[in-house]
């Protein structure tokens, strides 16, 4: 096929297809913005799809693995003109599948251009460059032009230069000096904890002050872009290696250069870290941030005495893992690997400013709705301890294979044929026990990596595993080892009924580990997960959103992601958004410290019910996002 906008374009199922196939896509992004390129696998009664981030006026072949279809991986490795690329769903094997097709998001069908699409028997060798180049001197993006876009260095050193020569800025004068409110005070333990008073809960800082958590994430001084491939994309060309080693790093065999750093070094001179953090310190008070949130940079967050979060790393993991990251959690090793992974815990169990940790990010397992553990189990006839695990309950509740038979509607001989696949059409009732087992391995898999940090760490608050979104009754399994349940939770305005709901079933207060709400007007191509066209509307979406929240009773804090932009290239994994609060140059934008300034400064006064919420609701668009 050539030269065609035709969506949806449909392939149906040929006799010389292999399982170790590649579907190529060679498209062009005629819009202004990102745009997803959508592939949708189909067979089998399941339906697994890809979608992959396509650069502006950048004509470029994606290679998408026939592979893919299975689900075992939900993040495509980077590749020139690929950015970031995600998979949904999972469990489709090759000889289910029946027809591939290829789309757009809703509304792009006019802004894409497929110049050849073809299942091969190898991805391509070579990728096609971008036409001219995208990056400037500041790591600006050089085609598009935007209010605040720095012309030179000099620009970008006399803005910073100025910001650290200004006075300090302080806490509001009702907080505490850990950014708690003095309106409301609990018992004082040194550390802080958590405290329910009537139908809301709180947090209470060390000195015993309520406090509600207004965080950003990724405060560091870094902004990383995957340059591996792409050097024509760059010009000036980048510091070699060889040149600047402190500014490359090597991750999963691709090469990472930091941009920010790079402006920062040639902006401040030597000391530049040191000068980063004095800004960054000033900027967070004045903006009445109250935590530093997840992925932060540690040190600085030690030393800065503002409240922050830890990130806990390397999940409890075992030799064999079912399905993405979910591990044998029956297995000894499984025990054991947790608490390997709660001792990195010990070293910071006396800070006073540590909040608490969460233990991973977005588990990838659960991505795919109401994923079913046990019934992935019986697709296989891999033996593990948990299958083992599985058999054995199964065998405790219903003693007789008859029994179990009857129960599935199923012909099975012995309890031991459990141990080979056994497809769904051969035990069309087995859903009630599967899904049953599934939360018992969900509870395991929560519970032993929160006790062992319990364990390591006393003092400190469990906040939880930042569930991307809750679609399933087994993500709260396990709930009652942690101390708070937190969900990441990109919307327009969190939910308050369904938020008060999920805190009730959970038994605990809820923490929104992210969101965000970006725009299209400054220097990227793509607005996030959920964007507006401005700036000015960003940061009023974000007030409505903060301040929503905060009168949720069962929310005890929320935390945007992130401090600053990422790369109009992209991250490790091709992500490219406009949600920071700071530019690539290091410069932070004007209207979001006003808006943050004033808004965080009432929060405690609105969760008191003294000042009324802002009701504007913003205006999202579909163009540029990175949703689905």
Not at 199 to 210: I, K, Q, R, S, Y
Not at 282 to 290: E, I, Y
Not at 421 to 426: F, G, K, Q, S
Request: hydrophobic share 40%; with cysteine.
């Amino acid at each position: 096929m050539s030269n065609t906008s035709v969506f949806p374009m449909r392939f149906s199922r040929q006799c010389d297809w292999r399982a170790g196939d590649v579907l190529l896509v060679e498209a062009e992004n005629i819009a202004d913005y990102m745009v997803n390129l959508r592939v949708i696998f189909r067979g089998g009664g399941r339906e697994v799809s890809v979608s992959t981030g396509l650069f502006p006026r950048w004509p470029c072949r994606i290679p998408i693995p026939l592979s893919v279809a299975s689900g075992n991986k939900l993040f495509l490795e980077r590749a020139p003109g690929r950015f970031k690329t995600t998979v949904l769903g999972a469990n489709l094997s090759f000889d289910e599948l029946e027809e591939i097709i290829v789309s757009v998001s809703t509304g792009a069908e006019k802004d894409v251009i497929v110049h050849r699409a073809a299942v091969e028997r190898e991805p391509p060798r070579d990728f096609l460059p971008p036409p001219v180049p995208i990056v400037d001197e500041l790591h600006q993006w050089r085609a598009r032009s935007w209010f605040g876009k720095a012309q030179d260095l000099d620009e970008v050193r006399a803005a910073l230069r100025e910001e650290l020569a200004a006075a300090p800025p302080l806490w509001p004068g009702e907080w505490s000096k850990y950014g708690g409110w003095k309106g409301k005070r609990f018992r004082a333990t040194g550390f802080f904890r958590i405290e329910r008073e009537g139908t809301h809960w709180w947090l209470v800082d060390p000195e015993g002050f309520a406090f509600w958590s207004i965080g950003v994430n990724c405060v560091r001084a870094s902004v990383d872009v995957n340059a591996t491939g792409i050097e024509a994309a760059f010009d000036p060309p980048l510091p070699v290696p060889a040149a600047a080693p402190h500014l490359w790093t090597l991750r999963d065999g691709e090469r990472l250069f930091d941009a920010l750093a790079h402006n920062l070094e040639r902006a401040l001179g030597p000391d530049w870290r040191g000068r980063w953090a004095e800004l960054t310190v000033r900027r967070l008070r004045s903006c009445g941030f109250n935590t530093i949130a997840n992925w932060s940079d540690f040190d600085f967050a030690c030393r800065s005495g503002i409240p922050f979060i830890f990130t806990m790393r390397d999940y409890p993991r075992t030799r064999r893992m079912f399905f993405r990251d979910f591990p044998d959690v029956f297995a000894p090793e499984f025990e054991a690997d947790s608490r390997r992974f709660a001792r990195q815990l010990e070293e910071i169990r006396a800070l006073p400013t540590l909040i608490g940790y969460f233990m991973t990010n977005e588990p990838q397992w659960a991505f795919v709705p109401g994923f079913d553990i046990a019934d992935h189990l019986l697709l296989n006839d891999a033996p593990s301890a948990t299958r083992a695990a599985f058999i054995a309950w199964l065998r405790e509740k219903y003693g007789e294979i008859s029994a179990l038979n009857a129960a599935w509607g199923a012909r099975l001989r012995s309890f031991e044929d459990l141990e080979r696949r056994v497809p769904p059409a051969e035990r069309p009732n087995s859903a009630g026990d599967t899904r049953a087992f599934t939360a018992r391995a969900v509870e395991r898999y929560v519970r032993l990596p929160a006790e062992a940090c319990r364990m390591a760490d006393p003092n400190h608050l469990n906040l939880g595993l930042r569930w991307a979104w809750i679609h399933s009754d087994y993500q709260l399994a396990g709930a009652e080892a942690l101390d708070a349940f937190s969900i990441n939770h990109y919307q327009i305005r969190p939910d308050a009924e369904k938020l008060q709901a999920l805190s009730e079933r959970a038994g605990r207060p809820l923490l929104i580990g992210e969101f965000h709400i970006g725009s299209l007007d400054r220097g990227l191509p793509s607005g996030g997960i959920r964007n507006t066209r401005t700036m000015a509307e960003s940061v009023r979406a974000y007030r409505y959103y903060v301040e929503q929240a905060v009168a949720i009773p069962a929310l005890i804090g929320v935390h945007y992601f992130q401090w600053n932009d990422q790369h109009v290239l992209g991250r490790f994994d091709g992500e490219n958004m406009q949600i920071g609060l700071n530019d690539v140059t290091g410069r932070m934008y004007p209207e979001w410290r006003k808006m943050c300034s004033e808004v965080h400064p009432n929060l405690y006064r609105i969760r008191a019910g003294k000042i009324e919420l802002f009701n504007e609701r913003p205006t999202i668009v579909p163009q540029g996002t990175l949703t689905w």
